[in-house]
Nanobody, 125 residues
Framework: QVQLVESGGGLVQAGGSLRLSCAAS????????MGWFRQAPGKEREFVAT????????YYADSVKGRFTISRDNAKNTVYLQMNSLKPEDTAVYYC??????????????????WGQGTRVTVSS
C-alpha cells in the first residue's frame, strides 16, 4: 500500500520561501512520476507541478512557473517542492501524489492514484 507523507508547510510572509517534502513508501519510487497539487479554501484542487520518474522532465502550472521548483531524490524516496516569491494566492493545502502507471508522465488528477494527507501553506500579505 502506497503511503505519502508531506511536510514543510507553515505560515510565511509574501515574498518568502518554503520547501515542501513528500516521503513515499509502498511503491517502487523511481518508476513513477510524482506531482504536487493544491486546494485553496472554497476552490477545487489544482495541479501545481509534476516530475518524471527519473527527474529529467518537469512541468508546471502557469501560476507557479518561475517561482516553484519540483525535484526528487530517488535514493530517499522523496519529492520536493521549493516555493519562492510566495504570494497570498498561493495559500492552500498542498498534496503530493504518485502516478497511476509507471514510466508515464502525469498532468491531471485522474493520472494519479495515491495522495498524501496534505500540508497547509499560508502566505500573509
Amino acid at each position: 500500500q502506497v503511503q505519502l507523507v508531506e511536510s514543510g508547510g507553515g505560515l510565511v510572509q509574501a515574498g518568502g520561501s518554503l520547501r515542501l517534502s513528500c516521503a513515499a513508501s509502498g511503491r517502487t519510487f523511481n518508476k513513477y512520476s510524482m506531482g504536487w497539487f493544491r486546494q485553496a479554501p472554497g476552490k477545487e484542487r489544482e495541479f501545481v507541478a509534476t516530475i518524471s520518474w527519473g527527474g529529467t522532465d518537469t512541468y508546471y502550472a502557469d501560476s507557479v512557473k518561475g517561482r516553484f521548483t519540483i525535484s526528487r531524490d530517488n535514493a530517499k524516496n522523496t519529492v520536493y517542492l521549493q516555493m519562492n516569491s510566495l504570494k497570498p494566492e498561493d495559500t492552500a493545502v498542498y498534496y503530493c501524489a504518485v502516478a497511476r502507471y509507471s514510466h508515464t508522465l502525469a498532468y491531471s488528477d485522474s493520472s494519479y492514484d495515491a495522495w498524501g494527507q496534505g500540508t497547509r501553506v499560508t502566505v500573509s500579505s
